[in-house]
């Protein structure tokens, strides 16, 4: 498939918008690869943690607990939560101050785990996600669901966002919009799909000079 000129997208979002300030307001700033580097595993795991409980759920209700959240993972420090025994994450099940999902709650300790795992292997998971490249980071989304639990489909993909690191995302209206300029011919599921979308982006970050998740917020606002 041919893939247009992004200038021709970014006209279309800019008529929705009504004015060039508009626009450019509501676009997102990605973290710098030093901004990236000095934030805390703890800080990775709540914003984790978050995503994964907010998926499915309306988020104001998480916003809402979260400080009991914070609490009871113990201000998400890494140590302290993979070492959380059984006995300690069943009684959270009858904590009515968190949202009590069982297989959720088991995953920020196997999360804390990751991350210690990751820091072992790599001497640091925070520099591991800074230094990803964003020209290839559907496959930080690959590994994202593999090593970790409950970051599959989109959740991966937002705790990026969440944590600022540069990302693009797929939500309907940024799929609406891939097929709306011709761009994919049906919603990405597989990572074939998602490789040749990457490609795309790509194409349009080396046309735009725009962080990723600039080029995202600008294809979800090219559509009604």
């Not at 597989?190 to 490609?199: A, E, P, T």
Request: charged content about 30%.
């Amino acid at each position: 498939m041919q893939i247009k000129s992004f200038d021709i997208i970014y006209e279309s979002a800019l008529d929705h918008a009504g004015s060039i300030a508009s626009l450019e307001n509501i676009l997102p700033t990605p973290r710098s690869k030093t901004q990236l580097k000095n934030l805390t595993d703890a800080f990775c795991l709540s914003n984790m943690t978050r995503r994964i409980f907010q998926a499915g759920l309306n988020r104001k209700i998480i916003d809402n607990k979260w400080p009991a959240f914070e609490e009871v993972f113990h201000q998400f420090d890494i140590d302290a939560v993979r070492m959380m025994g059984d006995e300690t994450l069943d009684r959270l099940m009858e904590d009515k101050r968190i949202v009590r999902h069982w297989r959720k709650i088991q995953s920020v300790r196997h999360n804390a785990q990751t991350i210690y795992d990751i820091n072992e292997d790599t001497n640091s998971f925070i520099d591991y996600l800074a230094e990803w490249p964003s020209d290839n980071i559907v496959e930080l989304w690959e590994i994202l669901k593999k090593r970790f639990t409950q970051l599959g489909g989109a959740s991966g993909p937002y705790f990026l966002r969440r944590i600022k690191k540069d990302t693009f995302l797929l939500t309907p209206d940024v799929v609406r919009a891939l097929l709306r300029w011709g761009t994919i011919d049906e919603e990405p599921k597989n990572k074939k799909q998602k490789r040749y979308v990457q490609q795309c982006m790509n194409q349009w970050q080396a046309e735009t000079k725009r962080p990723y998740c600039q080029i995202s917020m600008i294809l979800a606002r090219s559509v009604e």
